[in-house]
């Protein structure tokens, strides 16, 4: 049983810093695929363990190897591009160029039983044989590319072209004629299975094809993506291949003679990876189409592509395809069986990954090179040819002594104090942590230097925004050490909370809290709820807003607050009569974000409120922060309008009446009329309109009968008070 246990647990408490840590976890798979791994495999048991050793072997110092083949002799031939060389590396790593051809790029090569080698190349697609240090033509084509190079069981070269698709037979004495010619523009990938058949795949259907020595072809699989970049047949039969979708792939673009990719300049390639754990395959979106008359050398690219999708397909002996690996981002550049599971490499940090089934992937290797473009094998030694620069690597048969792995950066969004970090691991592996700290996105000269935990788990870097740690791993020869769940528990520094809105509601509008269902066991509104939400890590629980209803001399105020560090607030009310200088206490220590008074709580006049938003619930008082903001000024007025009423005179029996009103603190609003309770009539003043505290009314009525009449005049004033009046006249 495997036997773990977690070191350097977290302090239960930390003085002087809000209650709540928060916790940046790399727990799984995913996560520590973020990182950077050198000599460090990452297990599909989300664990980090010592990688198999991984030396470079030799350095063509060209842009890539695009192809690669071994002798029986232990001989490795790379041909690279885009010089056209071909470099040989014998079994003791010495390495020396070979020949250097007039194309650009050698994109395939093979070896036949006498180990005399083979070359195609591209642009100008032609097939060289190559004996003793000289190349000579063996077989023109006349295609554009050479892509792929294999002999079948007979001897007979078999030469996979590009732009027509046509895959040519040739001969020992170099004669050739057309063996199959496919539906595809070209043929990428070749390999001949245990009965002899052609194993290919092409471009842009994206088929994998099994061809009779006859000639005869089926079509094993449709993979619905662009490319079969790459095939192999494992000594059972089964039958492995890597589907590509997009632009991105191994080569760059051919550029003319002379150019910058011509004369073999490097890309800075920056790669983003999104890929899926092998049990969880993603589900891809169907791309844009691209005619399948580009030539494929034309859309290929020396980086990933935003819309690039990658399969690693299993074709078993009884027709039964499955998808082991899917990724959206990362490219698979090379299949290889081996030892009973299944090798590929990527375009993705140079990756190799080893697959024992669909949910047993290990991340074997991360090279230094940004793809890895072929793996071969030869004899018992595994060999890896990379890409920008193009250089050889062997993998060994044992592991590394040390590993590393460098953590992705953590943006913690302000500058953040940290407490102990803690990880699992086995009871006696030898694991050395460090961290450094900055406050760039990306590490620089700026950022303090690594700094090895203590014993207790404490970290010497400084305060800031951006943490970054990394482990050692040392091996003691009997056993690899292993790690995994690692956690870096921050505090952010304490926001100042912000008061940004101050909602002074119309004279008469009471607002009332919620009330909760029977069905709720939790309360929104309830700061103990809102802070074990927090602690959860879960975002903040948002406030029920309160009912808003009529009430007579009510005055209502409502605001909006924010926290960073999602601290719980409670807030103190304050208010000021127009000319004081002191505030006066409304109300203190609320817990909603709204409170309501009668008008007559406070005496006629303009007012000005205060909220003061505290974080105090979620932190020691002597680091506790306020943050303030003041309303527009508002008045109350809870007394009635002045109204006087005065008999102009009777003429015909229709009645001049003179009307003045006045209010002492807010404006009038609207007045009106009535004879006899009547009904009520608008009435505008002498100037045409209410808009002062103070107006005058010149009311003339219609006709009235003769006796005794009742004039009534009510105004109101904006507080909706409202003041009257009455004139009693006689009509003779």
Known sequence: MKKSFWLLPLLAAIPLLAVTPQFWEIRTYDDFRKGKLTNLSLTSDDELILAPRFDMVYNTEQTLVSSAVADSKGNVY?????????????????????????????????????????????????????????????????????WSLVFDKQGRLLVGTGDKGVIYRVTPDGNGAT???????????????????????????????????????????DSGMREIHSVAVAPNGTIYASAISGEAALAPALAPAGSAAAA?????????????????????????????????????????????????????????????????????????????????????????????????????????????????????????????????????????????????????????SWGKLSWKSGAADSIEVSTRTGNTSTPDKTWSDWQTLESTGATGSPKARFIQWKSVLKSDRSRSPRMSSVKVPFLQQNFRPEVTNIEVLPSGVALQKVPLNAGNNFSPNDPATIRANTRAGQPRIQAIPPRRGPQRGSQSFQWTATDKNQDTLTYDLYYRADGERTWKVLKKD?????????????????????????????????????????????????????????????????????????????????????IDSGDWRPLFPKDGIIDSKSESFSYVSGDLAPGEHVIAFRVYDQNDNAGMGKLVVRIP
């Open 590 to 674: 609320l817990e909603d974000n709204f409170y309501t008074i009668n008008s007559d709580t406070l005496p006629d006049g303009t007012y000005v409120v205060r909220v003061v938003a505290s974080d105090e619930p979620s932190n020691p008082p002597d680091i506790a922060l306020r943050g303030e903001m003041e309303s527009r000024p508002f008045t109350i007025d809870n007394t009635p309008p002045v109204v006087t009423m005065k008999l102009e005179g009777i003429e015909r029996r229709r009645v001049q009446v003179a009307i003045d009103a006045a209010d002492q603190t807010s404006t009038l609003n609207q007045a009106e009329v009535a």
């Open 78 to 146: 790379l041909g690279t591009g885009h010089d056209g060389k071909i470099f040989k590396v014998d079994a003791a790593g010495q390495g020396s160029m070979l020949v250097d051809l007039s194309e650009l790029d050698v994109l395939a090569m093979a070896v036949d039983s006498k180990d005399v080698l083979y070359a195609g190349t591209s642009p100008d697609g032609k097939v060289y044989k190559i004996e003793n240090g000289t190349a000579r033509e063996f077989f023109d084509p006349k295609a554009k590319y050479i």
């Open 264 to 416: 073999g300049a490097n890309s800075t390639v920056t790669v983003t990876v999104n890929a899926t754990q092998p049990q969880e395959i993603e589900v891809l979106e169907p791309l844009e189409p691209v005619s399948p008359d580009t030539p494929r050398a034309q859309t290929r690219r020396s980086g990933a592509d935003a819309n690039a999708q990658s399969a690693v397909l299993e074709i078993l002996p009884d027709g039964v395809v499955n998808t082991l690996w899917r990724s959206r981002g990362e490219m698979v550049f090379s299949v290889l069986p081996h030892d009973g599971k299944l090798l590929f490499s990527t375009g993705a940090k140079g990756r190799i990954y080893s697959l024992e089934g669909p949910k047993n992937t290990t991340l074997l290797l991360e090279s230094t090179e940004e793809q890895t473009t072929r793996l071969l094998e030869v004899g018992n030694r595994l060999y890896a040819a990379s890409s920008n620069i193009g250089k050889l690597f062997r993998i060994g048969d044992t592991p590394a002594t040390s590993g590393t792995y460098e953590s992705n950066v953590k943006d913690t969004d302000s500058i953040s």
């Open 179 to 221: 063996f199959y010619d496919t539906d595809e523009t070209h043929i990428i990938s070749m390999a001949i299975d245990r009965d002899g058949n052609v194993i290919a795949g092409g471009d842009p259907k994206g088929y994998v094809y099994r061809i009779s020595p006859e000639g005869k072809a089926f079509v094993l699989y």
